[in-house]
């Protein structure tokens, strides 16, 4: 059965083009190990006004793409995305998890 995750994280200004530009060209190494992970149906939203970003993915399992941490990649990944966003010390992306409040199939 697959867990719907939503969480939000925070552009910095001005970076929103860049943003997508990057994940328009994500590395293949990424979209591997998140399907390995048993993510998928994933999507990134972007508030304007807010400059919030509304993730939200489906999981196979327990893990969402922030508990990869202890790859490699995903820490090159964060490292390369870094200057765009807010970030923990670690580089990982300050998220907040959402509680889900509705659901319609």
């Not at 929103?16 to 399907?35: A, N, Q, T």
């Not at 509304?54 to 490292?79: H, P």
Request: glycine fraction near 6%; include cysteine; charged fraction near 30%.
């Amino acid at each position: 059965m697959k867990k719907r995750y939503g969480f939000k994280m925070k552009l910095l200004p001005g970076c929103k083009e860049e943003y997508k530009k990057r994940h328009g060209e994500i590395w293949p190494e990424i979209v591997k190990i998140l399907k390995d992970n048993g993510i998928c149906n994933y999507s990134i939203f972007f508030d304007e006004e807010t400059n919030i970003l509304f993730a939200y993915q489906e999981q196979k399992g327990e893990s969402s793409s922030q508990d990869l941490g202890d790859a490699e990649i995903m820490q090159k990944w964060w490292r390369y995305m870094a200057d765009l966003m807010e970030t923990n010390p670690d580089f990982s992306p300050m998220s907040v998890p959402l509680e889900q409040v509705f659901y319609m199939e």
